[in-house]
């Protein structure tokens, strides 16, 4: 995957047919860097083989042998790939994530949930709470980057924080706003539109002074977010 072949299709077919059998004995290194490899040749699973994989990374964290960082991989490619477990599965994955997350670092902890959001689940609140609680406590510690991530993932699952929690968000996205990159900028943005809490005039001030800075840098898709999330807003630019 790492030099940017693509095997045919028979060879990829013979590697599957040795990794289903095979799949009760990965470790969770085999796990997340086979599907790190599978979603970068871009090849999507049949369902019954990425259930497996879910279910062995699920088994792993029970016997709590899967690090952060292989959580959030496998996660990834398994987003990558177009893979919605459901919500039976996820919420069975969840019940093992959850109680991990505290040892979780703020990237790995952003990026699984961005992961899960990209899955389009229907997450049981219950469990998203304590997610979200376990990413408010590392809030101060996000990048920028990780921030916009975020409020995009949580925007994108349909959740709405409430006020204590929205405020908390704004208060990093004060802090951290002006070293938005375009496409932060863009998925932040449309994400606290989505959300529907009212934003204060001089935060969409400095929103619109960042996205004139950067407006030759943005892609088609970015500008069509920022222009929705302005008139969601109700935000017109001088």
């Given amino acids: ?16 047919e040795q990794v289903r059998p095979k799949l009760p004995f990965f470790n969770p ?14 090849h999507k ?4 083989l990425m259930a497996g994989f879910l279910e062995r990374t699920r088994q792993t964290l ?14 990834w490619a398994l987003a990558k790939m177009g893979y919605n477990p459901g919500p039976k599965r996820m919420t069975m994955f969840l ?4 109680p ?24 049981d609140n219950d469990l998203m709470a304590q997610f979200l609680r376990q990413v408010r406590l590392k809030l101060p510690s996000l990048s920028e980057h990780d921030l916009a991530s975020y409020v995009w993932a949580i925007a994108r ?25 375009p496409q932060d900028l863009a998925n932040s943005l449309w994400a606290l539109a989505r959300m529907g809490h009212t934003l204060d005039e001089e ?12 407006l030759p840098s943005f892609s088609p898709q970015d500008l069509t977010k920022i222009l929705w999330a302005l008139a969601a807003i109700g935000h017109c630019p001088e």
């Fill in 45 to 48: 699973l049949e369902e019954g």
């Fill in 95 to 98: 019940e093992e994530l959850v």
């Fill in 203 to 214: 935060l969409m001030m400095r929103y619109c002074e960042q996205i004139k800075h950067w």
């Fill in 62 to 75: 029970r016997l709590r042998f899967l690090d952060a960082q292989d959580v959030a991989t496998s996660l």
């Fill in 29 to 42: 290194r085999n796990l997340a860097n086979t599907l790190w490899a599978l979603a970068k040749l871009h």
């Fill in 100 to 123: 991990r997350l505290p040892s979780f670092g703020a990237q790995d902890t952003v990026n699984s949930l961005c992961s899960i959001a990209m899955m389009g689940c229907d997450i």
């Fill in 157 to 181: 699952m349909g959740h709405k924080p409430d006020s204590e929690s929205f405020e908390a968000l704004l208060s990093e996205v004060r802090k951290k706003l002006s070293s938005f990159r």
């Fill in 1 to 16: 995957a790492r030099v940017v072949h693509t095997p045919g299709k028979a060879l990829m077919m013979g590697f599957l």
